[in-house]
Nanobody, 128 residues
Framework: QLQLVESGGGLVQPGGSLRLSCAASGFTLDYYAVGWFRQAPGKEREGVSCISSSGSVSNYGLSAKGRFTIARDNAKNTVYLQMNSLKPEDTAVYYC?????????????????????WGQGTQVSVSS
């Protein structure tokens, strides 16, 4: 069974850091682009970041640029999202997703409609 499991969320003070992990089971992430998305209560889902299947291309949403870094470790079948300088507006449920669309694999597009497999999400709360 193909499964993505996010971990690493929690409560952090403004200015703090968290590292989210997205671990795959039942399939090899090597051939998939992986994206991170988030959804806050009452808001639409927002694309945060993505990384191509090769790891050579990564993109970030405006809110993540300069603060978040995505990386993948294919040996561990895991993708990470390092989040620094966290703000209260970063509070949301964070989801990882995998795409086997060739364009997304190569170019890494942060569009949730192009992703095929989704995790259950991990809560990130930024508050003092």
């Amino acid at each position: 069974q193909l499964q993505l499991v996010e971990s690493g969320g929690g409560l952090v003070q403004p200015g703090g850091s968290l590292r989210l992990s997205c671990a795959a089971s039942g399939f090899t992430l090597d051939y998939y682009a992986v994206g991170w998305f988030r959804q806050a209560p009452g808001k639409e889902r927002e694309g945060v970041s993505c990384i191509s299947s090769s790891g050579s291309v990564s993109n970030y949403g405006l809110s993540a640029k300069g603060r978040f870094t995505i990386a993948r470790d294919n040996a561990k079948n895991t993708v990470y999202l390092q989040m620094n300088s966290l703000k209260p507006e970063d509070t949301a449920v964070y989801y990882c997703a995998a795409s086997e669309e060739p364009m997304v694999q190569a170019m890494c597009v942060i569009n949730g409609e192009l992703y095929d497999y989704w995790g259950q999400g991990t809560q990130v709360s930024v508050s003092s």
